[in-house]
């Protein structure tokens, strides 16, 4: 079983940047592609970004140039760094993970719980 913990949401500028984390417990992430999800108010959750055990990464083409993704692998943990935040960006920020070895969208088989972004203007 993998258990999976956001931190680093809050309240935000727009214009700012943060770096969410996603630590992952319960057993090694070795293997797991970890991915990051976000759900805006009334809106369905949407895939951002992922990266597998190797380092390959997937950002989402509207994303690519304000969104990267990392995790260090000894910490069992995977970072999103996002810059120039807008409104837009407010949502549940999700991680998640899956043992398919290719980074993208799709089903994940564990989720945390989330970290609020909001980002005001």
């Known amino acids: 079983q993998v258990q999976l913990v956001e931190s680093g949401g809050g309240l935000v500028q727009a214009g700012g940047s943060l770096t969410l984390a996603c630590a992952g417990s319960?057993?090694?992430?070795?293997?797991?592609?970890m991915g990051w999800f976000r759900q805006a108010p009334g809106k369905e959750r949407e895939y951002v970004a992922a990266i597998n055990w190797s380092g390959s990464s997937y950002v989402i083409d509207s994303m690519q140039d304000r969104f990267t993704i990392s995790r260090d692998n000894a910490k069992n943990t995977v970072y999103l760094r996002v810059n120039s935040l807008t409104p837009e960006d407010t949502a549940v920020y999700y991680c998640?993970?899956?043992?398919?070895?290719?980074?993208?969208?799709?089903?994940?088989?564990?989720w945390g719980q989330g970290t609020q972004v909001t980002v005001s203007s």
């Open positions: 998640a993970a899956r043992q398919y070895t290719i980074p993208g969208p799709g089903r994940y088989d564990y």
């Open positions: 319960g057993r090694t992430l070795s293997g797991y592609t």
